[in-house]
C-alpha cells in the first residue's frame, strides 16, 4: 500500500540508502529533513520487454560432449546457429536443439565417416 501524501505534508526522508554521508554509521541520522512536498507525481512502471533467448535457426553442430549433471551422464552438443560466429556457440542438451533430430543425423553421419576415413 502506498502513503497518502498530499501536496504541502512535511515529510522526512530515511537515510538507509544513502552512500554519500560520512562519519561513523551509528552516529548518522536515521532521517533528514522535514522536507515539504511540491508536487506530487505518480511513476507508471514500464511496459513489459520481451527478451528473445533463441540466437536463431541451427547452422549446424560442431562437437559432442558428455557431462555428468546431479550424479546423471548427459550429452551436449556445440551448436552453431545461422548467421552467428563462433563466439556465440552454446552447448545445448539434445531436447533444447531447435529441428535436433536433423541436425543431430547429419552430424552422426559425419562423424562416422569422418571415424571411417582414419
Given at each position: 500500500?502506498?502513503?497518502?501524501?498530499?501536496?504541502?505534508?512535511?515529510?522526512?526522508?530515511?537515510t538507509?540508502?544513502?552512500?554519500n554521508?560520512?562519519?561513523?554509521?551509528?552516529?548518522?541520522?536515521?532521517?533528514?529533513?522535514?522536507?515539504?512536498?511540491?508536487?506530487?507525481?505518480?511513476?507508471?512502471?514500464?511496459?513489459?520487454?520481451?527478451?528473445?533467448?533463441?540466437?536463431?535457426?541451427?547452422?549446424?553442430?560442431?562437437?559432442?560432449?558428455?557431462?555428468?549433471?546431479?550424479?546423471?551422464?548427459?550429452?551436449?552438443?556445440?551448436?552453431?546457429?545461422?548467421?552467428?560466429t563462433?563466439?556465440?556457440?552454446?552447448?545445448?542438451?539434445?531436447?533444447?536443439?531447435?529441428?535436433?533430430?536433423?541436425?543431430?543425423?547429419?552430424?552422426?553421419?559425419?562423424?562416422?565417416?569422418?571415424?571411417?576415413?582414419?
Amino acid at each position: 500500500m502506498e502513503p497518502d501524501f498530499k501536496e504541502g505534508d512535511q515529510v522526512l526522508v530515511s537515510t538507509l540508502n544513502f552512500n554519500n554521508l560520512k562519519g561513523p554509521k551509528k552516529m548518522r541520522d536515521s532521517f533528514v529533513g522535514p522536507f515539504t512536498i511540491i508536487k506530487r507525481k505518480i511513476l507508471t512502471p514500464p511496459g513489459i520487454v520481451e527478451v528473445e533467448d533463441s540466437p536463431g535457426p541451427v547452422s549446424k553442430i560442431i562437437r559432442a560432449r558428455k557431462i555428468r549433471i546431479n550424479g546423471k551422464d548427459q550429452r551436449q552438443y556445440l551448436v552453431r546457429f545461422k548467421n552467428q560466429t563462433a563466439d556465440k556457440d552454446k552447448w545445448l542438451v539434445e531436447d533444447s536443439i531447435p529441428d535436433g533430430n536433423l541436425h543431430l543425423r547429419s552430424f552422426r553421419a559425419s562423424r562416422r565417416t569422418e571415424e571411417s576415413h582414419q
